[in-house]
């Protein structure tokens, strides 16, 4: 309970812009997704990563670590302000909603 409510009081002082928010492309195309957020002066951003699924565990897995996407994602941005990930040679088991994970410190 402790750890849900430091959460939800991070991210009420987390401001989290999505440009693209739906997408429809061909198999084997590249596409790119942006992220950018601000946050309290004051605060320093500790880690950013994208996501698909976010089960039980206490934090999602970053897709760069998923084999499915071995070799394809490619991230921009300066991870302070905004966050973009590329999806190169898109399969249909690419289609999901993807979210960007955003970890920092008071």
């Known amino acids: 309970n402790t750890l849900l409510l430091l959460m939800l009081l991070m991210m009420k002082h987390l401001l989290v812009t999505y440009t693209t928010q739906s997408i429809c492309t061909l198999k084997g195309s590249s596409v790119e ?62 289609s999901a909603t993807y979210s960007e994970h955003i970890l920092y410190l008071f």
């Open 33 to 94: 997704l942006s992220c950018s957020y601000i946050y309290p002066r004051g605060h320093t951003v500790t880690s950013t990563f994208w996501f698909t699924e976010w089960g039980t565990s206490v934090e999602p897995e970053d897709l760069v670590q998923d084999p499915e996407y071995a070799g394809r994602l490619e991230y921009h941005g300066d991870k302070k302000n905004d966050h973009n990930l590329i999806i190169r040679d898109l399969r249909e088991s690419d």
